[in-house]
């Protein structure tokens, strides 16, 4: 999206953010369509609150939550 609007300089923290949960999303629905391990994928963020789960995965009852964080570098 970024070469389509001529966006060449360097990806800020605010982009890289969205950007990488994009990326995790489509990593997730292409594993899913692979070898199905949920049912539904949503995101979750009460109202009036700073608190957000980015990957809510369901499969029958069982739930998984998943927030994913972009860093400039890996750690374990």
């Given at each position: 999206m970024r070469?389509?609007?001529r966006q060449f300089s360097p990806i800020g923290p605010?982009?890289?953010?969205?950007?990488?949960?994009?990326w995790v999303?489509?990593?997730l629905r292409i594993h899913n369509t692979i070898a199905p391990v949920?049912?539904?994928?949503?995101?979750?963020s009460p109202?009036?609150?700073q608190v957000e789960i980015d990957f809510v995965l369901r499969r029958?009852?069982?739930i998984l939550?998943?927030?994913a964080?972009?860093?400039k570098r890996y750690d374990t």
């Open positions: 070469a389509a609007k605010e982009e890289r953010r969205s950007l990488f949960k994009g999303l489509s990593i949920f049912d539904d994928i949503a995101y979750w109202a009036n609150s029958e009852s069982k939550a998943l927030d964080k972009s860093m």
